[in-house]
């Protein structure tokens, strides 16, 4: 009987199956919310100045919001956390894979070979040696990898697609995607500056562009400011950086595999075992999908409003990712590194733009 009666007890006081599904969506739901919420703000801003993109606002009102004291600081820590937290990972995944429906491989081809050279230099110098300075400088956990690859691939999609391969810790991925943007706002309003001083031309300095601001939008941003013909030559260029995302998340994925293989190895033969090690697949589906969306592309099927409705929704999601990812940046710690992030920042951008100038002049 008593034994009867303590099964009967465990019973009556575990929860029972209804009780556990309905927690799941609706505490994503708020933070959802509030994300939309951004994005409208965002859509709205950019409306009203073209000239900033809407991504960039979208970031930083991430950031305000999770720094405005009283109730907002308060709900983006707390019940707002999953859902930001979901929109800066999943919605991210969603809009890279939407991202691959720029890209055709013809308009890239159409740029000559020596354009391609150009852009593969630009970024191989770009990504290791941001991420060998940033090592140097002891830079915390990821962020030396995750702001390389925002410099020298696509700004703050490039660091959310790595970071979900690479699982960096979320801080590292909020200072990474402040900082990149930070610069590519920068760029907008300096590089006009510089087209003349430079002696560029306007479709030298649309390439000169494309290979060296960050963010699409920053791009178009900065690029509009010479004409259409610069602007069409600029987004050819970046998109053609935008394709070196998925070897660059594959080959990110594959040190990530093969490390924990080697401590898989290491806990074996001491005994530990390696049964609850999740290994990352070779390539991450959303990489296919981006490569599946560029081939979809290439192949012309596609009818130019179908492109253009796929567009506005992958903004959108990329923004309701950018906002969650600015909610987790915490200015307090990052003034702790401020110095050396920010130094590495300017490193890498005078060194993309150098680099990206000198192959412009060479290559056309």
């Known amino acids: 009987m008593a034994l009867l009666g303590e099964r009967t007890g465990r019973s009556l006081n ?15 739901l708020p933070g959802l919310a509030l994300a939309a919420a951004g994005v409208a703000v965002a859509w709205a801003v950019h409306h009203l100045v073209p000239g900033v993109p809407m991504l960039t606002v979208a970031v930083v009102l991430g950031i305000a919001a999770a720094h405005v004291p ?38 890239v081809l159409g740029l000559g070979w020596a354009s391609v050279g150009m852009v593969l230099c630009v970024v191989a110098v770009t990504f290791l040696g941001t991420w060998w300075l940033g090592r140097r400088m002891g830079l915390r956990g990821d962020q030396p990898l995750l702001i390389a690859t925002g410099y020298s691939i696509c700004g703050a999609s490039a660091i959310g697609a790595v ?21 590519g706002t920068l760029a907008i309003a300096v590089l006009p500056l510089l087209q003349h001083p430079l002696g560029l031309s306007d479709a030298e300095f649309g390439r000169w562009v494309g290979a060296s601001v960050h963010d699409v939008g920053q791009v178009v941003a900065t690029a509009q400011t010479a004409g259409a013909g610069a602007l069409g030559d600029a987004v050819l260029v970046k998109l053609m950086r935008v394709a070196l995302l998925a070897p660059l998340v594959a080959a990110v994925a594959l040190s990530v595999r093969a490390r924990r293989q080697g401590r898989g190895s290491a806990e074996g033969a001491a005994g530990a075992g390696t049964a609850g090690t999740r290994r990352p697949p070779l390539v991450p589906l959303f990489v296919v999908g981006f490569l599946a969306m560029v081939a979809l ?24 990712a950018l906002f969650g990812l600015g909610s987790a940046v915490d200015l307090p710690s990052l003034t702790r590194t401020g110095g050396r992030v920010a130094a590495l920042g300017l490193v890498s951008w005078g060194v993309i733009a150098g680099i990206s100038y000198v192959g412009v002049v060479l290559t056309y």
């Open 14 to 28: 575990r929860p029972g199956p209804s009780a556990a599904p309905p927690r799941r969506t609706p505490r994503k």
């Open 70 to 107: 009283g109730a907002a600081h308060a709900f983006v820590r707390g019940p707002g956390k999953a859902g930001l937290t979901f929109a800066g990972k999943r919605l991210m995944r969603v809009g890279v894979v939407l991202l691959g429906l720029k890209l055709s491989l013809d308009d």
């Open 163 to 183: 970071s979900e391969v690479s699982e960096s810790d979320e801080r590292d991925t909020a200072t990474s995607v402040a900082l990149v943007t930070l610069c």
């Open 297 to 320: 592309r290439t192949t012309g099927w596609l009818p130019g409003g179908a492109i253009d409705a796929a567009g506005t929704v992958q903004e959108l999601l990329l923004a309701a």
